[in-house]
């Protein structure tokens, strides 16, 4: 099992930049894959970045050269570094982790696991 809890939103102004983070706990050495999605009122959720096992990373185009994701194993936290942040950033943020077989004796494959979200609201 693993468990996921956002933190760092907060109401900015726009061109502000401001840091998510996701602190991770369980059996967190069975991750693979983590990434953050975005829902904003009224709209589908949407992946925002993904960071791969193997360090390769994916953004979405709307936030290409604004956002970085990251992560700090050693503290078992996944980040999210946004610059500046436009009015259509504004979304309840959530954490996603991936498992892969093999990692760990009890990891699972394909096992998808979420945070509760974090709220960015960003003021133009």
């Known amino acids: 099992q693993v468990q996921l809890v956002e933190s760092g939103g907060g109401l900015v102004q726009a061109g502000a930049s401001l840091n998510l983070s996701c602190r991770t706990s369980g059996d967190t050495i069975c991750i693979s894959t983590m990434a953050w999605y975005r829902q904003a009122p009224g709209k589908e959720r949407e992946r925002v970045a993904t960071?791969?096992?193997?360090?390769?990373?994916v953004y979405l185009d709307s936030v290409k050269g604004r956002f970085t994701i990251s992560r700090d194993n050693a503290k078992n936290s996944l980040y999210l570094r946004m610059n500046s942040l436009r009015a259509e950033d504004t979304a309840l943020y959530y954490c996603r982790a991936d498992t892969a077989y093999g990692l760990g004796p009890a990891c699972e494959y394909g096992m998808e696991y979420w945070g509760k979200g974090t709220l960015v609201t960003v003021s133009s």
């Open positions: 960071l791969n096992s193997g360090g390769t990373t």
